[in-house]
């Protein structure tokens, strides 16, 4: 009667031993799953926080780029400028601000003005001068 017995601990060992077998692979595939689930979590942050610094980053840049061209725009008004603000801008950036200002500066209508006007002044004290000659002539 112990033959029973002993083929059934035999079997029951046996099924035992590849149930904690599947159970470890199991377990070591599961863990494998988590670190491989961990892993895409930290690639999916990491990408989160970049493209968050990026829209950061952007922002800064939109921010100053408006700021720059409010800027602009009060100094072509200011000086009655015949430039776009996008001209420019593309100046500052080439380092040819100074000579375009300049250039739109003498091209503008308070310039011609101010042309005319020191061209008509300059006539009054030519005419001056020649009324002074004359009169110390006499």
Do not use: C
Request: glycine content about 2%; overall charge positive.
């Amino acid at each position: 009667m112990a033959i029973p017995w002993l083929i059934g601990a035999a079997v029951v060992g046996a099924v035992a031993a590849v149930l904690s077998d599947d159970d470890s692979s199991s377990s070591s595939s599961s863990s494998s799953g988590s670190r491989e689930l961990d892993r895409k979590r930290e690639r999916a942050e990491e990408e989160r926080k970049e493209k968050l610094v990026k829209a950061k980053r952007e922002q800064a840049e939109r921010q100053v780029a408006m700021q720059n061209r409010a800027h602009v725009n009060r100094f072509i008004n200011k000086y009655s400028l015949l430039i776009s603000a996008d001209s420019l801008i593309a100046a500052s950036k080439n380092s040819n601000l100074e000579v375009t200002a300049i250039q739109a500066f003498h091209t503008s209508k308070k310039s011609s003005k101010r042309a005319r006007q020191i061209e008509q002044i300059s006539k009054q004290l030519d005419e001056m001068n020649r009324l002074e000659n004359d009169l110390m002539n006499l």
